[in-house]
């Protein structure tokens, strides 16, 4: 396999009224080709800021690279002037936004919008270009593309929108899609046929896709990897099994936990206490430690590393150290654990209990 | 669409019923009486003239003849230009107010949508704080108050440009137009800034980007036609400014236009030339405002004005 | 991520209690929506200097008229068409008395034998301009917080009862409003203060008579807006009564656009007065308005410029500080604006 992006120790910081928030303070992982890496975070961990920084889609007056860099194709993605990163933008990086809603120019039509990427980054006639638009709204599943390919946003639904968004993002044949929670802001079973869409497409086109979101659920159907982010920071990144089966760090703990299953009959769903670090003044340690049960003092003073868990899994949790106690996690991770060879509860015997 | 369209025409003969039964008896009220600068007339040749004009029937009559008439788009004979119909005064008065009007208009518009161009894409610079600046000058100053300033600078101390009057050809029509212009300019200014900074941070904004596209691109393909759209609305306000201004900048540039006369008419109780410019305005700002709503739900592909807007 | 383990000291990896209702405390100290508008408005550098200006001009418009002893009213031929003369300033050359008379430089004081300051000269009835000067901001200022206040209730009673209510009184009131709103606001003043007996009442009136419509409107639409959104249904579900709904859950969220509509308000009534008066049919002499005294300065501009120079400078700062005011008041309590 191999790496199209990597992203080393990169840190970027908002000017704010209130001084320096910093959204993004040492992010660290690889996207390899083919794959669906998944990133997942509460609200504010950075998840978003995150991908809107390798597309530099971030306001230059206020936010600021300030350290690390993202390489892709050879080239540090932080460094390159606006002219170059135009060329990337829509022909190799793409990405797909939350709101379908909003996310399309009322006032042009979107054959037009589709055409757009195609008639910028390729020497192509615009009669070849239409044919390409109308080829991607076939694609994506918009029925009739002929004739709706003159018409305006407002005259599709939702779903129909994410669809010809997907169609634009896709126009140039991109190495690297990125999905900012695609299917958030559209209904459950409308979810369903965006996330079958988004699959069907990347076996077609072989592209790599990052995908950021706050739905566990959507990460299990869609994910290869997985990145949790909290604070700011990447605190575990591995396979999916290794994340859902074998998770090592006390907030993916927490998130496993507070995602509601059908098999198991709890009472009360898990929270998990307290809200997300304020980035104006990060903690000192670890983020997570003031909302964790399973706080060491050290996590009060220094942050944690990246301890290994296997070639693909690490967390960056102090009860990784070989120093530090063994904890119990939380009976359902527990359960979880039971069926993940590898893992210090695995029950060769025993499957689900 | 036909049935707003029907409702909404409906609704502006009724506004002009309205007003011109409002005017009629307003005017009948004034002090003074529109034969009072005749005063000079006996008794007997006094009767002759009100007969004349229709003056001595009781009210009731006489406001049945006036709408008689109006329904013609008789507007009626002057009394202080003696026997002239109100309708030749107007026509005879229109083109200057005319050329003036649109002047202002276009160069208010055009430079009103640069600067607020220019704001919004550098905004919290210097060129955004100037335009603002500059914007706040054309609401804020009183056009009268501009106009003069303007006639005593350009005209009278630097001799510029013609100090007044129509008779200098397009030199004339300059400065004007230019006091007049400040109203649309200030206002399409700002207007266009707040709208293009608000479409400038939006979602199909940011997605254009992610497709590659650059700057001119953004401001100009996307942003440009979102936020010139909604500017249509802003124009029923510009074009009662205009009315208004046109009232006190014909008189200060001594320009023989619709505004100038209607002034004038009203220091000499012309009730007929009032009620009839009265009218004439009413109909044109009434117009404006409907042409605006209809214009507006064409162009924009988003509004539909069965939706019910806010 | 291959670093190296190192070795801790061992009780660095003690477990500790981590009390979670610390996590839940709210770090910023929390605003009231006016507290946090005020923080928005102070940074607003344009929107404070106008209201020191403004309150300047207030205080000007109250005291200035007793500031140099003369009398506004009072007519001294001998004294008629004195240029500026202003102590202390006229030592750099300018205010200090020197006018044209048939174009030349003359120091005027001196011709006339005046031994008086008129700190921003007189006009040709003799009467001191800058007491005349602040008398007519006065009245302006008086007519133009008047008709406001005017618009003010008219139009929050109008809109508030029309929206809250909706149904059938919001349609009959609306479709009164529709067919008024058709009305150019300029007919309207000119017709009604040609009716009434000239003075500030009658200014004060025609401009009201409409002019609470576009209040009544705007209020209208944010209780629309409000009143069905969940909080307000959250309060009825629990059985709170209309005037306590108006009260506390509506009127705080209408409060600011109120508020901002008010600001712009003023300077329009501001406006008109000027208009009416600079065409001749608002105040008449010898009161003294704004709109007067430009009307008198444009009829003398050619040889005595002052006459009209100091009264647009008022009329100006004055428009301007609204305006302003009214922008930053905008912006402070647009709750869209908040990062």
Request: proline share 5%; aromatic share 10%; hydrophobic share 45%.
């Amino acid at each position: 396999m191999s790496k199209i992006l990597q992203v080393k120790d990169l840190e970027l910081s908002f000017h704010t009224f209130a001084g320096e928030v910093k959204a993004i303070r040492g992010v660290n992982f690889d996207l390899n080709k083919g794959e669906t890496l998944a990133i997942v975070g509460e609200s504010g961990s950075g998840k978003s800021v995150t991908t809107k920084s390798i597309m530099r889609l971030l306001p230059e007056s206020s936010s600021e690279f300030k350290n690390g860099e993202i390489l892709f194709d050879g080239k540090d993605l932080t460094k390159l002037p606006e002219r170059e990163m135009q060329k990337i933008r829509g022909k190799d990086i793409s990405m797909i936004f939350q709101d379908p809603m909003t996310s399309l120019n009322p006032t042009m039509t979107i054959g037009k919008q589709i055409m757009e990427p195609i008639l910028k980054h390729q020497k192509v006639s615009k009669a070849k270009a239409r044919k390409v638009a109308i080829e991607l709204l076939n694609m994506v599943g918009i029925p009739n593309a002929e004739n709706r390919y003159k018409m305006y946003p407002h005259q599709f639904s939702g779903g129909q929108r994410q669809r010809i968004v997907i169609a634009t993002a896709l126009a140039c044949n991109p190495q690297i899609l990125i999905a900012d929670e695609p299917t958030t802001a559209l209904d459950v079973t409308i979810q369903a046929q965006i996330l079958e869409l988004m699959k069907d497409i990347q076996k077609k086109i072989d592209t790599s896709i990052i995908f950021i979101t706050h739905d566990l659920g959507v990460v299990a159907n869609v994910a290869d990897r997985v990145a949790v982010m909290y604070g700011g920071m990447i605190v575990e990144i591995g396979t999916v099994d290794e994340i859902f089966y074998n998770p090592q760090h006390p907030y993916t703990w927490g998130l496993l936990s507070s995602m509601p299953s059908m098999d198991v009959n709890e009472e009360k769903l898990y929270a998990i206490p307290g809200t997300p670090p304020d980035l104006l003044n990060p903690p000192k340690g670890d983020a997570f430690a003031l909302r964790s049960e399973y706080a060491l003092k050290i996590d009060m003073e220094q942050p944690p590393p990246f301890f290994r868990v296997s070639d693909t899994h690490y967390a960056a949790t102090w009860l990784l150290h070989p120093q530090a106690p063994q904890v119990e996690p939380p009976s359902g991770i527990i359960e979880r654990m039971r069926t993940f060879p590898g893992s210090r509860y695995y029950e060769a015997t025993g499957g689900r209990a | 669409m036909v049935k707003y369209v029907g409702k909404r025409i409906i609704y502006m003969f009724i506004t002009m019923f309205l007003i011109a039964t409002a005017t009629f008896f307003l005017m009948q009220t004034l002090p003074g009486s529109p034969i009072s600068s005749y005063n000079k007339l006996n008794d007997n040749q006094k009767a002759i003239v009100e007969k004349k004009y229709g003056i001595d029937k009781p009210k009731p009559v006489q406001y049945a003849i006036y709408m008689k008439n109006l329904a013609k788009g008789d507007l009626g004979t002057s009394f202080a230009f003696k026997g002239k119909s109100v309708n030749d005064l107007l026509a005879s008065r229109i083109k200057p107010s005319f050329i003036l009007g649109a002047q202002a208009m276009v160069f208010g518009t055009i430079i009103g949508i640069l600067l607020g161009m220019i704001a919004a894409l550098k905004q919290n610079t210097f060129w955004d704080y100037g335009s603002t600046f500059f914007a706040i000058l054309g609401i804020s100053i009183p056009s009268f108050v501009f106009a003069t300033l303007l006639q005593y600078f350009v005209a009278s101390q630097w001799h510029l440009l013609p100090v007044g009057l129509w008779n200098d050809g397009w030199k004339s029509s300059i400065l004007p137009s230019i006091a007049l212009a400040m109203g649309p300019l200030a206002l399409s200014a700002r207007f266009i800034r707040t709208e293009m900074i608000e479409v400038m941070g939006s979602d199909y904004i940011t997605l254009a980007k992610a497709k590659g596209a650059n700057g001119f691109e953004i401001a100009f393909k996307h942003a440009f036609r979102n936020a010139l759209i909604p500017l249509i609305t802003v124009l029923g306000p510009v074009a009662a400014g205009l009315v208004t201004g046109s009232l006190v900048v014909e008189q200060i540039f001594a320009i023989p236009g619709i505004g100038e006369q209607f002034v004038s008419s009203i220091m000499v109780n012309d009730f007929a030339t009032i009620m009839g410019t009265t009218l004439f305005f009413s109909a044109f700002l009434i117009v404006v405002i409907f042409i605006v709503d209809i214009l507006y739900g064409v162009i924009d592909p988003r509004i539909r004005l069965s939706g019910g807007k806010a | 991520m291959k670093k190296d383990i190192e070795k801790l000291p061992q009780d660095q990896f003690e477990r500790i209690e981590i009390d979670s209702s610390h996590a839940e405390r709210i770090e910023k100290p929390s605003l009231s929506f006016w507290q946090d508008a005020w923080l928005r408005l102070r940074k607003n550098k344009a929107a404070i200097v106008s209201m020191v200006v403004l309150v300047l001009l207030v205080i000007m418009a109250l005291v200035g008229p007793h500031l140099n002893g003369h009398d506004g009213a009072a007519q001294n031929l001998r004294h008629a068409n004195l240029p500026p003369k202003m102590p202390g300033i006229e030592k750099l050359g300018i205010m200090d008395g020197v006018g044209n008379l048939s174009g030349e430089k003359v120091d005027l004081y001196a011709m006339k034998k005046v031994d008086e300051y008129y700190w921003f000269g007189t006009d040709g009835l003799g009467r001191d301009l800058f007491t005349r000067l602040w008398e007519g901001t006065q009245i302006s200022l008086l007519i133009a917080f008047v008709a406001a206040l005017i618009d003010l209730v008219i139009g929050v009673l109008y809109g508030g009862i029309s929206g809250y209510f909706g149904g059938r009184t919001d349609d009959v009131m609306q479709r009164i409003v529709e067919i008024l709103i058709g009305i150019p606001t300029l007919i309207v003043v000119i017709l009604m203060i040609m009716v009434m007996e000239p003075g500030i009442g009658a200014i004060i009136i025609a401009i009201s008579i409409t002019g609470w419509i576009g209040m009544s409107r705007i209020v209208r639409a944010q209780i629309l807006k409000y009143k069905n959104q969940e909080f307000v249904l959250a309060a009825r579900t629990l059985g709170t009564n209309d005037s306590r709904i108006i009260g506390k859950h509506l009127m705080p969220n209408v409060l600011g656009i109120i508020v901002i509509n008010t600001m712009f308000t003023i300077p329009n009534a501001i406006f008109f007065e000027a208009f009416l008066s600079f065409i001749g049919i608002g105040l008449q002499p010898p009161a003294a308005s704004l709109g007067t005294l430009i009307n008198d300065g444009f009829k003398v501009m050619e040889f005595q410029p002052y006459v009209l120079l100091f009264p647009c400078i008022v009329i100006s700062v004055l428009m301007i500080a609204f305006n302003l005011i009214g922008d930053g008041l905008r912006d402070a309590l647009d709750p869209k604006m908040k990062d």
